[in-house]
Antibody
Framework: EVQLVESGGGLVQPGGSLRLSCSAS????????IHWVRQAPGKGLEYVSA????????YYADSVKDRFTISRDNSKNTLYLQMSSLRAEDTAVYYC??????????????WGQGTLVTVSS | DIQMTQSPSTLSASVGDRVTITCRAS??????LAWYQQKPGKAPKLLIY???SLESGVPSRFSGSGSGTEFTLTISSLQPDDFATYYC????????FGQGTKVEIK
């Protein structure tokens, strides 16, 4: 069974940093591109970032570019999102999301349960 | 960037109704579009991919169609479990979601 379990969320002050993790199981982690998608309270889904199966290619939405860094450790089946210079508008549930292929442009077939990040003083 | 616009934003319907949600893209592409269903407090669930392919385990009352700049999700006979929010997503050029359509009980 495919499982994606996010952790690392919490309350952080504006301008602060936080690192999210996503632990994967039930599939060959190193064979798939993985993404982060977020959802602000009561709002819609917003795409955040992607990383290729071997970590060699990444993509960031304009809203997080130069502030967030996505990475992965295929030996640990774990995805990371390092978030810095956090703003109130980064407050959201962050989902770790798997694509069904190593190819870059694909839909998402499995989602984690999400971890809540709250940016507030 | 490709922008996705869904309509309507909210839809009130009754059990048994045929429901159609539309997703329009700011640029044309062939079939790289997915539909997701989300219930309150839960992660989204994949329903349709490649515009019209039904994900395994999804009831056949759900169907998708379209290409170019206009895509539709149709629920042929709305069931109580279908009251939720639905999102379209393009994956032709990076990834973008529509703003969502909430299907409410009439």
């Amino acid at each position: 069974e495919v499982q994606l379990v996010e952790s690392g969320g919490g309350l952080v002050q504006p301008g602060g940093s936080l690192r999210l993790s996503c632990s994967a199981s039930g599939f060959t982690f190193s064979s798939y591109a993985i993404h982060w998608v977020r959802q602000a309270p009561g709002k819609g889904l917003e795409y955040v970032s992607a990383i290729s199966s071997n970590g060699g290619r990444t993509y960031y939405a304009d809203s997080v570019k130069d502030r967030f860094t996505i990475s992965r450790d295929n030996s640990k089946n774990t995805l990371y999102l390092q978030m810095s210079s956090l703003r109130a508008e980064d407050t959201a549930v962050y989902y770790c999301v798997k694509a069904p292929s190593s190819s870059w442009y694909y839909y998402f077939d499995y989602w984690g349960q999400g971890t809540l990040v709250t940016v507030s003083s | 960037d490709i922008q996705m616009t869904q309509s309507p934003s909210t839809l009130s319907a009754s059990v048994g109704d045929r429901v159609t949600i539309t997703c329009r893209a700011s640029q044309s592409f062939s079939r790289w579009l997915a539909w997701y269903q989300q219930k309150p407090g839960k992660a989204p669930k994949l329903l349709i991919y490649d515009a019209s392919s039904l994900e395994s385990g999804v009831p056949s009352r759900f169907s998708g169609s379209g290409s170019g700049t206009e895509f539709t999700l149709t629920i042929s006979s709305l069931q109580p479990d279908d009251f939720a929010t639905y999102y379209c997503q393009q994956y032709n050029s990076y990834w973008t979601f529509g703003q969502g359509t909430k299907v409410e009980i009439k």
